[in-house]
């Protein structure tokens, strides 16, 4: 019975330490501004996720992920879970990942209207 307690609040600890990374992975000292077009858009918790392909000089289409803000957090600043659709061109501002993969921590998407959204970090993070 105690190894069973032992088991359950290991696996209960456990959680907690892979529950969220936070901005280690991210290179946090630059923001990096692209280009591109919109191929889906996830509005959920904990994360938000916006797929993203970005056209090179040559054409070569490079796709990238953008993690943002909770959408609890991201509905409270405006946005909401049909602001994004496949196609839609938009600027995203953000911290690019420190391995070098195609993945952002998104600060801020700017549409094609111009209408600037700001995740839940704050428009101090975005100017």
């Known amino acids: 019975m105690s190894l069973l307690a032992l088991v359950a609040g290991l ?26 077009t919109v191929t889906d858009f996830q509005f959920i918790n904990p994360h938000s996720i916006i797929l993203f392909e970005v056209k090179d000089g040559t054409g070569k289409v490079a796709k990238w992920v ?8 991201m509905s409270r600043k405006g946005w909401t879970r049909d602001l994004l659709k ?7 501002t953000g ?17 094609s209207t111009g209408k600037e959204y700001f995740v839940d970090r704050g428009e101090d993070y975005a100017n």
Do not use: C, W
């Open 86 to 92: 496949p196609g839609h061109q938009i600027t995203a």
């Open 11 to 36: 696996l209960l600890a456990s959680v907690s330490v892979f529950a969220h990374h936070g901005t280690a992975v991210y290179d946090t000292t630059k923001l990096t501004t692209l280009k591109g």
């Open 95 to 111: 911290n690019l990942a420190k391995n070098g993969s195609n993945t952002m921590r998104l600060l801020k998407i700017v549409l």
């Open 66 to 73: 953008l993690e943002a803000g909770s959408g609890t957090s």
